[in-house]
């Protein structure tokens, strides 16, 4: 089965810290992504990476950067965090076959509290 | 923005009953996918449906898809309790496209 797993499950930091979060899957996938979730806004796209070292931005890149140096890590990091990215944080991955189209994996997610 | 919308937004039943969710869209897809969410968990893949086809099935799931209409559904035959879950609907637009577009949800609530 494939598994992505994500650092923490719960976070809490304060305005202005740095924050990383962490994914990691095990099956090989060329493709990560990060999604944020927000209640009556859904998912919406963060960053997404096809390859090592490749980023492309989402829907809603501003205020956050990230970085894939190794196929099977994908980081979200926060510069410096602020109270409106309070949020779950979900990362996932797709294998490179069908371009990214196919099927999403899912880690549990973090839920991020900024104070 | 919001591709998928999904209706209604929230659904109880009774255990045994059948659930229907709806999913509209509003550009052309390359294929459309569905997706279970544990209360507090990440995201599980259901189902995908492309745009050439109609209909398709996986045990207690149906998916439709009508792209005249730009829109599908999602049934859930004789559902359990362990069904209750949010169900998201995503699309994906474009050839080389990487990018899955998620409405905002249906929340499913089957009574025992």
């Known amino acids: 089965d494939v598994k992505v797993t994500q650092s923490s499950r719960y976070l809490v930091k304060r305005t202005g810290e740095k924050v990383f979060l962490e994914c990691v899957q095990d099956?090989?996938?060329?493709?990560m992504f990060w999604y944020r979730q927000d209640p009556g806004l859904g998912l919406r796209l963060i960053y997404f990476?096809?390859?090592?070292?490749?980023?492309e931005k989402g829907d809603i890149p501003e205020g956050y950067s990230v970085s894939r140096e190794k196929k099977e890590r994908f980081s979200l990091i926060l510069e410096s965090a602020s109270t409106n990215q309070t949020s779950m944080y979900l990362c996932?991955?797709?294998?490179?076959?069908?371009?990214?189209?196919?099927?999403?994996?899912f880690g549990p997610g973090t839920r991020l509290t900024v104070l | 923005s919001q591709q998928g919308e999904e209706d209604p937004q929230a659904l109880s039943i009774q255990e045994g009953e059948n659930a229907t969710m709806n999913c509209s869209y509003k550009?052309?897809?390359?294929?459309l996918q569905w997706y279970r969410q544990n209360s507090g968990r990440g995201l599980v893949h259901l189902i995908l449906?492309?745009?050439?086809?109609r209909e398709k099935h996986s045990g207690r799931l149906r998916v439709t898809l009508d792209t005249s209409k730009k829109s599908s559904s999602l049934l859930i035959t004789a559902s359990r309790a362990a069904d209750t879950a949010s169900y998201f609907c995503?699309?994906?637009?474009?050839?080389?496209?990487?990018?899955?577009?998620f409405g905002k949800g249906t929340k499913l609530s089957v009574i025992p």
């Open positions: 550009t052309s897809i390359n294929n």
């Open positions: 996932a991955s797709s294998d490179g076959l069908a371009g990214g189209q196919d099927e999403q994996f």
């Open positions: 099956m090989d996938h060329e493709n």
């Open positions: 990476s096809y390859d090592v070292k490749m980023k």
């Open positions: 449906i492309r745009s050439n086809e």
């Open positions: 995503a699309t994906v637009s474009g050839a080389g496209s990487y990018q899955l577009t």
